[in-house]
């Protein structure tokens, strides 16, 4: 059983941006400084910019009736972009591509907080009020939550790499602010 939106807590993601600093006084060399100091992804390597998320929750569980029922759950989650800043001041005319460029990775970056706030809530109405009978002691519930919510970390996950393929591919809207950076 699933409960209406209604019964579902209300909360607010916190966003936080982290900076990491970088150098150069022409697009190219702010762009070899990113490529040089951007934050390390692993197999994909150093990237402009990276959103990563913090969930945890506040659950409370009841036993009705032999089964086991998640009353509510309160989602704790803080979004945290990371995003390259200037060291040190720049140029008229590369400060006013450089306020376009970072204006343009900064919401591509809100895009996959907002995917991240919507996996939030769709794992909300897949858990609360989820009922599991003869599960007094609230173990196989916990069992069927891993598994809706794998199913739905790893479509959150796809629908970022979706979203960077487009971006980033040429012509992409990323792809296009590179340009504008650095060419002169």
Known sequence: M?????ALAEWQAVEQVKTYSISGQSGATLYQSIGERGPNVGVGGR????????????????????????????????????LPKPAGSLPEGLRQRWEIFIDGVAAHERVHGETIKAMVRKIEAATVGLTVPDDPGCRKIKAEMNTRL??????????????????????????NLILQLVND
């Open 47 to 82: 990237v402009i910019a990276h959103t990563t998320f913090k969930l945890t929750w506040t659950r409370k569980y009841e036993t009705r009736d032999n089964a086991c029922v998640l009353a509510t759950a309160r989602p704790k989650l803080i979004i945290t972009y990371t």
């Open 150 to 175: 794998g199913g739905l970390s790893q479509a959150q996950r796809q629908e970022g790499r979706d979203f960077d393929r487009v971006e980033l591919s040429p012509g992409g809207n990323v792809h």
């Open 2 to 6: 699933v409960l209406p939106n209604a």
